[in-house]
């Protein structure tokens, strides 16, 4: 027998005679006001919400939870997961503040579902319990001894009450099990067939990456969704990631010199704020549809996980490593791709050929007494990927003089929980979280081009509820602190052509005749030459992103109220965010591209020459530079605010259930009221729990948005000089006055909508024999006002950016999924998904109309796809837009210490975007032209094997193997392209083959 809470320790406690038999028709039994008690019962309840602001509101919820519970205090509000029994067991244990004594074999390989709501002790056990065949005895007050029973067929499933679907669950039992390569949560969510990930997730190009996938939900973008961490949001506003458009989401090269990750652009920003590795969660909900008002900030999904809960029962932890490298993979690549160089020899952080990435970490769970406990967590992925530097030619490598350089990828995370309940049942839990992303880059043939892009948080939350006569109140209060950054080690650009005593990175020097051959005689303009050699990154500045949060909620959840035929349970909550965003830029200087003096030498000591002319006798010319851009630093804020208020009941009526709600969201930024009125229902069609039909109509409504707040009006002055046939007679080439150029521009969040989403949808659960549930759903969404950037120009002529409301998209998806937990030591899941998605836009950067596309008769509201003309937001997308995805894993205690779980996701063909040249139509307008790329159907078998290599007590030492693509399938899941002579040459992208990780974990 093994104990889940820690020993009773009342003196004198006598055994108890009454005997609980579970079995699969236990009913809860509601607390029920009787209509003439309502009013004064909300007049009770209301206090907790009159204050004026949210500290005072957080004091007034303290106050009533710190109150010592009555003897009415029959109830507890418990909230598990789906996962394995002995799991749920020991959360109920903690939750019921109860002792649960119980044999490791009899629950072995078994699972319970998830139980969410106020019952008793013994309806909860009851619940989880239900089908095993499992008895539960009272031993003694707060005591329950568990006893094998004798049924044969185990299932699981708890009853089907009438309620509205829940959310997809990931419990602690899969998360501890399932491959996970990249450690997060978003490649967790890829067992959902709804949930798709970016084709471009590790490729296997890119072994060596450690970020996490981009997914979409219902058709949103990466950054459209809401993510929730222990009821608190974490999501990333001021530099959320970008998916690019066309071609360049499948992976175009960007040029013949630099094909590294694209330069020049914002700090590669995630969803969230901050990425938990699973290890440090008990579960991950997935809401894709019929979303509760409780949730809001999105028009994609939500994404809501909760962290583990101290258990002060017992001290406990773990130490695991984990390890990979490219040796145990195998790679596939197009030679087309390549452009003539050794694989095995690449300079390109788009080519990997060599990695080796190590995790490892530890955990402690410490009881401070028997109330309270504390975990303590470090974990950190480390990945080191040597490519080759200083390349010799344009598109080769000389490999007796180039070097091996190293580029670092590096996530770190601290973690640390204390929790537990005090006398008076007020629970409370106090979070902290410190999280690092460090990827260090270079430009091989540049030098001084080493830049890193970071990402680190701070977070802070404390979590406060408690049972009260009337229901569960809570309260939660946030602190987050994120800055997203790039740190360039020149803020200086100067890409030479390879001539003469710039030849930095490229192979000897042509004879002085090609040179003569492509200069023009009355400019000296250098048209052609053997490669560049660059000084510097073309992102020639520091930048930095802060966001500083602050988020305070309140809920009252009132228990059952029965009036007349009628089953209410309300629920109303009140939350403000507050979000604070800063932009710093260091300033920089840009050299623009080379020219070469014809008319011989010039004076040595200017700015921007290469001196050839002395050296070679004059058979090289001295080259410079005609333009010159600088870029003023800059110090940008932005705030925004946001009041939420939101309403709910959930009314049952015999075999019927309704959830009306209604959300309030009031923000300074765009200064607009949005109300979001949500109902879902649900019928139980058969009244024997066989088969529910469940519909729902909802309005999301988006989150803050600070991008475009503090990237604004960079503007940088040019200078330039004359070309070569200008130069004086002493060889001076003078500056002129700089002209100053927009490339943004300040505009009026005022006059911005918040983006929308529109949402029908209908679902049917079956309860079949022998375990199995058969569930369908249909979702339909329809989001106005997406927020993109346009491109105009002022009264000056300048170039300029802002925001706008001009997205739109529509997404629509099927899932169907069976799974079966009914025989022992098994548990599979298969889902497909249809869905079809169109978007005029591919996310906040991608460009719309404007007033100079009038001025060059440039139409965006319209584009030519495939040869025909249609309009933009039926274009369809590029990313995130597979026709068909079916999911499946299967969970399987092999033996007493083997275990296996195999996941497969099959692919239909998918369309790709594929930009070519804008098409001029019969009315004189341009429109952008796509042609449809394909990428062809693929199938992937992953495999994760656990073998505990020892038990003793509550030790084992657990050795894992996890298999990705353990068929070898060579899977093209990008189209790349680039340009030689004017002409596109495109190549494919590959799916990474088989490929192996190592990881051993000690528990105590």
């Avoid at 009628?566 to 109303?572: D, L």
């Avoid at 495939?866 to 597979?882: H, P, Q, V």
């Avoid at 680039?978 to 590959?990: A, E």
Wanted: aromatic share 12%; hydrophobic share 35%.
């Amino acid at each position: 027998m093994r104990r889940a809470m820690s020993t009773w320790r009342a003196s004198g406690a006598r055994w108890g005679s009454r005997f609980i038999s579970m079995t699969n028709g236990v009913v809860m039994q509601a607390n029920k006001f009787k209509g003439r008690r309502l009013a004064a019962h909300l007049r009770r309840c209301a206090a907790a919400f009159r204050p004026a602001t949210v500290p005072l509101m957080v004091a007034s919820a303290l106050a009533v939870m710190a109150a010592p519970a009555g003897a009415q205090e029959a109830r507890i509000e418990f909230s598990i997961p789906a996962q394995a029994l002995d799991s749920s067991l020991r959360v109920f244990s903690q939750q019921a503040k109860a002792q649960v004594l119980f044999d490791e074999t009899t629950v072995a390989g078994l699972r319970a579902p998830a139980l969410k709501g106020s019952y008793t002790a013994g309806e909860a056990l009851a619940r989880l319990l239900a089908g095993t065949g499992i008895t539960a005895n009272v031993s003694r007050p707060g005591v329950f001894t568990l006893k094998p029973g004798t049924a044969s067929g185990e299932s699981t499933l708890a009853p089907v009450t009438v309620t509205d679907r829940a959310e997809w669950s990931i419990d602690r039992d899969l998360l501890d099990k399932m491959p996970n390569k990249s450690g997060s949560i978003e490649e967790a969510l890829a067992l959902h067939s709804e949930v798709q990930t970016s084709n471009s997730a590790e490729r296997s190009l890119q072994g060596g990456e450690i970020k996490p996938p981009q997914i979409s939900i219902s058709g949103g973008k990466p950054y459209e969704s809401r993510y929730v961490i222990n009821g608190l949001g974490n999501n990333n506003y001021v530099a959320p990631p970008t998916v690019g458009s066309g071609a360049a989401a499948n992976g175009t090269v960007q040029s013949a010199y630099i094909e590294n990750v694209v330069v020049g652009t914002q700090p590669l920003g995630t969803a969230q704020s901050y990425n938990l590795n699973p290890d440090l969660l008990d579960n991950i909900e997935l809401h894709d549809s019929r979303i509760p008002v409780n949730h809001s900030g999105f028009t994609g999904g939500v994404v809501s996980a909760e962290t583990r809960k101290p258990d002060p029962s017992r001290f406990s932890g773990k130490v695991h490593w984990g390890h990979s490298r490219s040796g145990w993979d195998k790679l596939f690549y197009d030679e087309a791709g390549l452009r003539g160089e050794d694989f095995d020899q690449s300079f390109s952080a788009q080519r990997q050929p060599e990695y080796t990435r190590n995790s490892g970490g530890f955990m402690l769970n410490v009881p401070l007494n028997e109330r309270f406990a504390a975990i303590f967590s470090y974990d950190k992925t480390h990945s080191r990927i040597p490519l080759k530097y200083q390349a010799r030619s344009a598109t080769t490598i000389d490999t007796t003089t180039a070097t091996t350089k190293d580029q670092i990828r590096t996530a770190e995370t601290f973690f640390a929980s204390v929790g537990g309940q005090t006398a008076s049942g007020l629970d409370v839990n106090l979070t902290g979280v410190y999280y690092k992303y460090n990827g260090n880059y270079y430009n091989n043939r540049a030098i001084n081009s080493e830049w890193d892009l970071e990402q680190g948080t701070y977070d802070f939350a404390l979590n406060l509820s408690k049972i009260l006569p009337a229901g569960k109140a809570s309260a939660r209060v946030k602190y987050g602190n994120m800055v997203s950054s790039r740190d360039v080690e020149s803020d200086v650009y100067k890409p030479w052509f390879t001539y003469g005593e710039t030849n930095w990175g490229s192979s000897g020097t042509p004879p002085p005749t090609i040179y003569t051959a492509v200069m023009n005689a009355n400019y000296g303009r250098m048209l052609g030459g053997s490669g560049y050699s660059a000084d510097g990154i073309t992102a020639a500045s520091d930048l930095e992103f802060k966001q500083r949060t602050f988020q305070a909620a309140l809920d009252f959840e009132f228990n059952e109220l029965q009036l007349g035929a009628t089953t209410h349970r309300f629920a109303v909550g009140l939350n403000n965010e507050i979000v604070h965003g800063e932009a710093v830029s260091g300033g920089s200087t840009t050299y623009g591209l080379n020219y070469a003096a014809v008319d011989g030498p010039l004076a040595s000591g200017q700015d921007g020459v290469s001196y050839n002319w002395e050296r070679t006798n004059g058979a090289l010319y001295d080259q410079y530079f005609r333009t010159k851009d600088v870029t003023a630093p800059f110090d940008r804020k932005a705030r925004t605010q946001t009041w939420s208020l939101w309403l709910q009941d959930t009314i049952t009526f015999s075999d019927f259930m309704l959830r009306p709600g209604v959300r309030l969201d009031y923000d300074d930024q765009y200064r607009n009221l949005n109300i979001a009125p949500r109902v879902a229902g649900s019928w139980n069609i058969l009244g024997k729990d066989v088969a529910v039909l469940h519909a729902g109509q909802a309005r999301y409504y988006g989150g803050p948005n600070l991008y475009y707040a503090l990237y604004k009006t960079s503007g940088y002055h040019r200078y330039t000089r004359g070309a070569a046939n200008t130069v004086d007679a002493n060889g001076m080439l003078e500056w002129s006055a700089p002209t100053f150029y927009n490339t943004g521009v300040d505009y009026e969040a005022s006059d911005m909508k918040t983006p929308y989403s529109d949402e029908t949808s209908l679902g049917l659960d079956l309860n079949l024999q022998a375990g199995f549930m058969v569930n369908y759903n249909y979702v339909y969404r329809q989001g106005k006002d997406g927020i993109m950037r346009r491109l105009f120009r002022d009264e000056n002529g300048n170039n300029s950016y802002a925001a706008t409301n001009d997205g739109e998209n529509t997404y629509t998806g099927h899932t169907i999924s069976i799974s079966n937990n009914y025989f022992r030591n098994h548990f599979f899941r298969l889902s497909t998904t249809f869905a079809d998605n169109k978007s005029n836009y591919i996310d906040y950067m991608a460009d719309s109309a404007s007033y100079l596309d009038q001025t060059s008769m440039i139409d965006r509201s319209r584009v030519m796809y495939n040869g025909k003309l249609i309009d933009a937001n039926k274009l369809d997308m590029s990313e995130f837009n597979r026709p068909q995805q079916i999911v499946g894993y299967w969970k399987a205690r092999l033996s007493e210490r083997v275990s296996l779980v195999t996941t497969g996701t099959w692919t239909k063909k998918t369309d790709v975007l594929i930009n070519n040249a804008r098409v001029t139509l019969a009315d004189g307008w341009r429109v952008n032209s796509y042609s449809k790329g394909k990428l062809p159907s693929r199938f992937v078998i992953d495999m994760s094997l656990d073998i505990d290599l020892f038990r003793h007590k509550d030790s084992a030492m657990r050795a894992t193997l996890d298999v990705y693509n353990v068929m070898n399938k060579k899977v093209k899941n990008g189209i790349g392209s680039y340009t030689v002579g004017g002409q596109p040459v495109s190549f494919d992208y590959y799916a990474p083959g088989r490929s192996v990780q190592a990881r051993l974990e000690y528990r105590f």
